[in-house]
C-alpha cells in the first residue's frame, strides 16, 4: 500500500491545530514498516488555477503558506493518479476541504481535494467522482467547487447514531456507479476526538466498504487526511482506514 508523504509536512506552518507540532509525525511513525511512502511534488500554479480564483491564490501567498499549500495539493494529486490503479491515502496538510474557489476557513488554504479530481477530469482519467468526506465538519469547500459538476456525487454523512452514520456511508457507496471513489478522511469524528462518535474499527470497515466501491465499477480509490487532532488516537484510526483501503491488515 502507498501513502503519499512528504517530511515537510511536518513543518509548522500556523498555529491552528491542524498545523500543531507532532501531528503528521505521530501517524508517519504509525505507519512507517507497514506502508511504502512516495513523495509528491507541488502542484502547479495552473492547477491551483483551475480551481481557486488569482485574488485567493495571491492571499495565500501574502500569507506565507502558499509552498506548503501547493505542496498539500500535490500530495493529493499524486494519491489520485496512483488511486487510477491502486487504493493510495494521502498523508498530507494543510487539509483542504474547507478552501472554496475565492475564499478559504478552517485550517485550509487550498482545496486539495478538488484541484486533484479537476486534474484527472481535464485529463479523462475519470468518467465520474463519489467524493466520501467523513470529516466531523461539513466539507463546505468540496461542495462550493464540485458540487455544480455533473460528474461529481458528495457525501457527508450526518447524525449522532454511530450506527446510522455508518448505513448512510455503506448504503452511498452500494448505489454509486462512479470509476473513482475518492476521501476527505477527517478523523475528528473519532469517539476520542472532538466529534466522539466513530470506533476505529469504523474507519477500517468504511475503508474497506471505499475499496469494494472502486473493484464493483472496475475503478479506483483514494483518501487525503483532513481533520484529526487527538495525536494520541490519529495514528491508529489512519491506519485503520489504510488496512481498509488496502483489504487486509499491514
Not at 110 to 120: D, Q, T, Y
Not at 150 to 159: C, H, M, Q, S
Not at 171 to 176: D, F, H, S, W
Amino acid at each position: 500500500m502507498k501513502v503519499i508523504y512528504h517530511e515537510d509536512y511536518n513543518a509548522v506552518y500556523s498555529s491552528d491545530p491542524a498545523s500543531a507540532p507532532g501531528r503528521i509525525q505521530t501517524v508517519e511513525k504509525t505507519l512507517r514498516g507497514k506502508v511504502t511512502f512516495v513523495e509528491p511534488a507541488a502542484v502547479t500554479r495552473e492547477d491551483i488555477l483551475s480551481v481557486h480564483t488569482p485574488d485567493h491564490v495571491r492571499a495565500v501567498e501574502r500569507e506565507g503558506v502558499y509552498d506548503i499549500a501547493a505542496l498539500a495539493a500535490g500530495g493529493a494529486i499524486k494519491a489520485a493518479q496512483i488511486g487510477l490503479t491502486e487504493p493510495c491515502f494521502a498523508l498530507i496538510r494543510p487539509p483542504g476541504h474547507h478552501a472554496s474557489s475565492g475564499c478559504a476557513w478552517g485550517f485550509c488554504y487550498f482545496n486539495n481535494m478538488s484541484i486533484a479530481l479537476e486534474k484527472l477530469k481535464r485529463e479523462g482519467q475519470i468518467r465520474k467522482a463519489f467524493i466520501l468526506d467523513f470529516d466531523l465538519h461539513f466539507g463546505d469547500g468540496n461542495v462550493n467547487i464540485l458540487g455544480g459538476k455533473d460528474y461529481v456525487t458528495i457525501l457527508n454523512p450526518t447524525g449522532s447514531n454511530r450506527n446510522d452514520y455508518l448505513k448512510q456511508v455503506q448504503n452511498g457507496l452500494a448505489e454509486t456507479d462512479a470509476d473513482m471513489i475518492a476521501v476527505s478522511a477527517g478523523f475528528d469524528h473519532h469517539e476520542d476526538d472532538w466529534g466522539g462518535l466513530l470506533k476505529t474499527e469504523d474507519y477500517q470497515y468504511m475503508g474497506g466498504l471505499v475499496r469494494d466501491a472502486a473493484r464493483r465499477n472496475n475503478g479506483g480509490c483514494f483518501g487525503i487526511l483532513e481533520g484529526g487532532y487527538n495525536h494520541a488516537v490519529l495514528g491508529k484510526n489512519v491506519l485503520a482506514f489504510v488496512e481498509g483501503l488496502a483489504g487486509k491488515d499491514l
